[in-house]
Nanobody, 123 residues
Framework: QVQLVESGEGLVQAGGSLRLSCAAS????????MGWFRQTAGRQREFVSA????????YYAHSLKGRFAISRDNNKNMVYLQMNSLKPEDTAVYYC????????????????WGQGTQVTVSS
């Protein structure tokens, strides 16, 4: 079973940057497609980004492309989400997720989840 632990929680002013990290264990990391989702109170979990097994391919929520960047280090079993030009509407709990197949934006397709980390962007 895959275990995922996010870190990088923070409070940042609008326009600032923050990097989230997620450490994975329990399975060969390069077997996993890794993703990030986010959720605000009262709303469904929203797809943010995902990265392929080798890191050569990525995809994003259309509204976030250009501000957010996902990356991974298969030697360290880590995936990252660099968030730039943050806006108050980016405030959410951010979740790391793992899947075996590439291309989904559906949270139901991701089989393993971290506990989430809070990102708060002040105006």
């Amino acid at each position: 079973q895959v275990q995922l632990v996010e870190s990088g929680e923070g409070l940042v002013q609008a326009g600032g940057s923050l990097r989230l990290s997620c450490a994975a264990s329990g399975r060969t990391f390069s077997d996993l497609v890794m993703g990030w989702f986010r959720q605000t109170a009262g709303r469904q979990r929203e797809f943010v980004s995902a990265i392929s097994w080798s890191g050569n391919s990525t995809y994003y929520a259309h509204s976030l492309k250009g501000r957010f960047a996902i990356s991974r280090d298969n030697n360290k079993n880590m995936v990252y989400l660099q968030m730039n030009s943050l806006k108050p509407e980016d405030t959410a709990v951010y979740y790391c997720a793992a899947d075996l197949t590439y291309g989904s934006r559906d949270e139901g397709e991701f089989t393993s989840w971290g506990q989430g980390t809070q990102v708060t962007v002040s105006s």
